[in-house]
């Protein structure tokens, strides 16, 4: 009877090993989550920053574009009437 309570006393001694050992790596496996899922919610953030600024390029390439056309009709006025004036 008195072995068996040894290996009992054992046993017990062991899983609370492996029970603090699991909780270690719970704990772990739990910092890594949030870490993991800050760093998801960062890369939306910037995903949306980049959307953002590829909408703000696209549209700033357009009125520059609109503007090289005016500019360019304008030096053809200036010089169609610099040849009449000569």
């Given amino acids: 009877m008195q072995e068996k309570l040894k290996q009992l006393e054992l046993l ?16 772990a496996l739990k910092a890594r989550i949030r870490a993991l899922e800050n760093g998801a919610e960062k890369w939306k953030e910037t995903d949306g920053e980049v959307r953002a600024l590829k909408e703000w390029k696209k549209n700033a390439q357009t009125v520059l574009k609109r503007l090289a056309g005016k500019l360019e009709k304008e030096i053809a006025k200036a010089q169609e009437e610099e040849k009449k004036i000569v």
């Fill in 12 to 27: 017990i001694s062991k899983m609370v090993a492996r029970q603090k050992e699991l909780q270690g790596e719970n704990a």
